[in-house]
């Protein structure tokens, strides 16, 4: 509040608060003092007069002369401040009384000494009359102790106080008086003081403004005067600044203006180079992009033609060429990917998705995947997941998948012999995110100082000799590098040349919601299991996995071991009900292992194999599938093995009993369109499925009621009842029924990126973009059903929708998308055929109606069914169609006359061909 008042405010609160306080204080003192002698004079007084009273009064009480002591009294009322007068005899019975009333009660004396009594208006003394009393007023003399009576008086406060106010009143009087003549002074003195101060603001405020012209006079004061003398000087020196500065600005005023041609000329020039920067960049994207799909495509022909043609009977050294065919070409495919997501990832395009996933099944699946490249080398592929470490993240997991894959790579790449683990461990936690450290640790060659330098540069190797053994670009780590920083990550890598490298990967994740889905089964404690693991990080790594599903695991060094310890078992300890062996071709031959097993089952114990993944068919042979697993062991499945094993949930009904009889998988097709339809039901029946087809969802629904299957392939869009309404429909009866989630595998001929999303949180387990091979589908049904199917070798139906100049119809390559069988080339072809005109009827009503729901299901119904023919012209038609429809595009409706322009092109090559006309066809 001080710091808003004005000089004049703060002189006069400078000058009066003092004063006042000092003039209050010192009043107040002397009018205290004052009130105080005024009362020790009035008590005085009194006492004075009640000691006057005893001897006048005391021969009066001897003789009880109430008439003389009445006279006495009288006179009494006479003196300043007396109210009330009283004689007593000596036991207090009253003589005589003159005045009002006694106000005051009466003290309690002794009889001997004066005492008093005292309220806010009066003051009552009672004096004892005694025999001395009496000697004073000359009677003889007697005992000067008796008591003759009492004589009591009452004093009056009121003199005193009025005598007081007006002392009181006389000072303040004063006070006030001294106050406004000291206020008075104040505003004297701080009106000389704020004139000229207020006079110089206005000289600066005008000297603001730009008046430079301004001088501030004389001011009265020395003080003063110099700082208008100041202030006079400074805007001298502004105004001659000025002056200077005006001329200055004409003359570069000047310069500029002749120079403003050369300007003009440059920007010119600097906008036609930036024009050409721009251009040479977008030529460069666009020469990537085709150049890699013009590349992409004769590999995937190169591929899938290989692929058909190992089908057939061939010799064992054409086999041989057609492998390394296949391996070559697929190796330039890896490396053409890697530099499509090298240049995406410098362009700033690449997006990450934030969806939930599962840390220990995006781990899991990882090493699942690699795991025959380093069995082959003979390398033990670990997992170890810290039982602190959240498992439900939200992320991008198949850029997270990616970075591990590389790095996984990588590691059995450089490592010829040993194992290669990979870690994930809690660094930080809060409430809504996790701080992770994966790591991938191995025993390879190592690193060196040189190495480290250049290892996350583009286009560096680790071994860039002219005899190097690995091949690739470089540029896996440095997408990984790239990858990590954008999910707000870092990497790096621990090694020293001989002792092997550790990748790391340090990384802030928010956390997902857990769902029950998410969560094994209940644990099964009270169950004892041996495990027989002779590599140390291995057994360690299952160990750990066996103690999570409630297990009392017991570790032996051999089968030989296990042997004994069933043949004579402890006496306080549990038997053992199973055992998880860990085997091999080398040291455990089939024949003898299964030997082993039927003895270990005849003493009560049950036994789950874990072995390589490209030995896995040879044991399969021999055993049944429930006993033997690939590793690295995958803790769901081997959760689901062990639940079987110990009769804790019922086998499967379709699952074999029979060692040598092979596990046939029962599938659910569901597609309305026949020729897609067709087609995946013939690739899944040729590599030895079981194959149910519907074509509706309300089929599909009825048909998972009524009867148990172990995978649903569910195309997305169909009429009615689609494949999101028919997958909620199925989960909640397998809800309300108890009954195991089937598996459920979309099938779409376009999806995009959030479409994807949808649908994995719509209730799917997977998705699949057509065209379909038969690698894919055996892939997806060993993932999520663990049984292998009869693989011969996939298809890759490369997709030519994107190259401009296509052919109407290609034969080739609607046997290639028919794998290979031409007699369902033509029929697939001769059914698009046969619904293209109805198909091309209800588009274009469609329109009419501006249906756009109607669109987008017949679209991508024909597109669907380009996608299994030989018609590259209509299906990059129908995929741009579709493409503008789902996102809105103002772009949509050329792209539908462009649409209905290749039906019209198809049929009328088809026409050519076959002299027939399509049937509803009006061109």
């Not at 109210?83 to 006694?102: K, M, N, Q």
């Not at 012209?213 to 600044?241: C, F, K, V, W, Y």
């Not at 995937?300 to 010799?315: A, C, D, H, P, V």
């Not at 599909?700 to 309404?725: L, S, T, Y």
Request: aromatic share 4%.
């Amino acid at each position: 509040m001080f710091k808003d008042l004005g000089i004049k405010g703060r002189v006069l609160m400078l000058t009066l608060l003092p004063t006042s306080l000092l003039t209050l204080v010192l009043g107040g003192y002397f009018t205290w003092v004052q009130l105080s002698d005024m009362r020790s004079q009035l008590i005085e007084r009194g006492q004075l007069i009640a000691e006057q009273l005893a001897p006048l009064s005391a021969p009066a009480l001897v003789h009880n002369d109430a008439a003389l002591l009445q006279r006495i009294a009288n006179d009494a009322l006479d003196q300043p401040d007396v109210r009330a007068v009283t004689f007593l005899t000596p036991d207090r019975a009253r003589l005589a009384h003159a005045g009002p009333s006694i106000l005051t009660p009466a003290p309690s004396g002794d009889g001997s000494h004066l005492s008093m009594t005292s309220s806010l208006d009066t003051t009552h003394f009672l004096l004892p009359v005694l025999g001395r009393h009496r000697s004073l007023s000359g009677a003889p003399e007697e005992d000067a102790d008796r008591l003759l009576g009492w004589v009591e008086l009452e004093l009056s406060h009121h003199g005193t106080l009025l005598r007081g106010y007006r002392s009181l009143f006389t000072s303040l009087l004063l006070v006030l008086t001294g106050l406004v003549v000291t206020a008075l002074l104040a505003l004297r003195m701080s009106r000389a003081i704020s004139a000229p101060l207020r006079e110089i603001a206005q000289g600066v405020a005008q000297l603001k403004e730009g008046r430079l012209e301004t001088r501030l006079p004389a001011l009265g004061s020395h003080e003063l005067d110099e700082l208008a003398a100041g202030i006079n000087r400074m805007a001298e020196a502004l105004q001659s600044a000025q002056e200077e500065m005006q001329h200055n600005i004409d003359q570069a005023t000047e310069d500029v203006r002749q120079n403003l041609e050369t300007i003009e000329i440059q920007n010119i020039e600097l906008d036609l180079a930036r024009k050409e920067a721009l251009e040479a960049s977008r030529i460069k994207s666009e020469f990537l992009a085709n150049m890699s799909h013009e590349i992409r495509t004769p590999l995937n022909g190169i591929i899938g033609f290989t692929n058909l043609l190992q089908k057939s009977e061939l010799t064992s050294r054409q086999q041989d060429y057609l492998g390394t065919i296949q391996k070559s070409a697929e190796s330039l495919l890896g490396i053409i990917s890697e530099i499509l997501d090298f240049s995406k990832i410098e362009a700033g395009k690449l997006i990450l998705e934030h969806i939930p996933f599962n840390l220990r099944e995006l781990i899991q699946d990882t090493l699942t995947i690699l795991a025959p490249a380093a069995h082959e080398k003979q390398l033990e592929l670990v997992s170890l997941i810290y039982r602190d470490t959240p498992l439900n993240l939200i992320g991008d997991p198949l850029r997270l998948k990616q970075v591990l894959t590389n790095l996984v790579s990588n590691a059995i790449k450089f490592t010829h012999e040993g194992s290669i683990a990979v870690r994930a461990m809690l660094e930080d936690e809060n409430e809504d995110s996790v701080q992770l450290r994966i790591s991938v640790r191995d025993t390879g060659i190592g690193l060196t100082n040189a190495d480290l330098r250049a290892l996350f540069q583009a286009f560096s190797q680790a071994d860039n000799s002219l005899s190097r053994q690995t091949g690739g670009t470089g540029l896996g780590l440095v997408i990984s590098k790239r990858l990590v920083e954008q999910m707000g990550g870092e990497i790096g890598v621990d090694s020293s040349s001989g002792d092997g490298s550790e990748f790391w990967i340090s990384l802030t994740l928010p956390k997902a919601r857990s769902d029950s889905d998410d969560l094994l089964p209940a644990p099964h404690s009270g169950h004892r299991v041996a495990l027989c693991e002779p590599h140390e990080l291995t057994r360690a790594a299952l160990h750990h996995q066996l103690e999570d599903c409630g297990l009392e695991v017991c570790e032996f060094d051999d089968l030989q071991a296990l042997q004994a310890a069933l043949a004579q078992p402890e006496a306080n300890q549990r038997p053992i009900q199973l055992a998880v062996l860990s085997v091999s071709l080398q040291a455990n031959p089939p024949e003898a292992l299964r030997q082993t097993i039927r003895e270990f089952e005849q003493q009560g114990c049950k036994s789950l194999l874990l072995c390589p993944t490209i030995e896995q068919s040879q044991y399969n042979a021999v055993l049944p599938d429930g006993q033997v697993q690939s590793k690295p062991a995958c803790t769901r499945k081997l959760h689901t093995a062990l639940s079987e094993l110990l009769h804790l949930r019922p086998a499967r009904k379709d699952k074999p009993t029979q060692p040598n009889e092979r596990q046939t998988p029962r599938l659910l097709c569901v597609d309305d369109n026949p020729a897609n339809l067709l087609l995946v039901q013939t690739l899944l029946g040729d590599l030895g499925a079981q194959v149910v087809a519907v074509d509706s969802g309300l089929a599909a629904v009825e048909a998972v009621q009524r009867e148990r299957f172990d995978m649903v392939f569910m195309d997305v869009q169909m009429p009615g009842m689609d494949g999101r309404q028919a997958t909620e429909a199925i989960r909640r009866w397998e809800h309300q029924r108890e009954v195991e989630p089937v598996p459920i595998v979309a099938l779409t001929a376009h999806a995009l990126a959030n479409e994807k999303r949808a649908l994995l949180q719509g209730g799917m387990d997977d998705y699949l973009t057509k065209p379909i091979d038969e690698r894919q589908l055996a892939q997806v049904v060993l993932k999520w059903t663990g049984i292998a199917l009869n693989e011969r070798g996939a298809s890759g139906g490369g997709d030519q929708s994107t190259v401009n100049g296509l052919s109407v119809l290609d034969a080739d390559e609607g046997l290639r998308l028919a794998a290979g069988k031409a007699d369902l080339a033509a029929d697939m072809l001769a059914m698009l055929l046969a619904s293209l005109g109805a198909d091309r009827q209800a588009i274009r009503l469609a329109r009419e109606r501006n249906d756009r729901v109607t669109l987008i299901e017949r679209v991508h119904r024909l597109h669907g069914a380009t996608r299994y023919c030989g018609v590259p012209q209509l299906r990059a038609a129908c995929q741009r169609a579709e493409t503008l429809l789902k996102q809105n595009d103002p772009q949509a409706q050329p792209a539908l006359d462009e649409l209905d322009q290749a039906i019209g092109e198809l049929a009328r090559a088809t026409e050519s061909h076959t002299g027939q006309r399509l049937p509803h066809d009006s061109d």
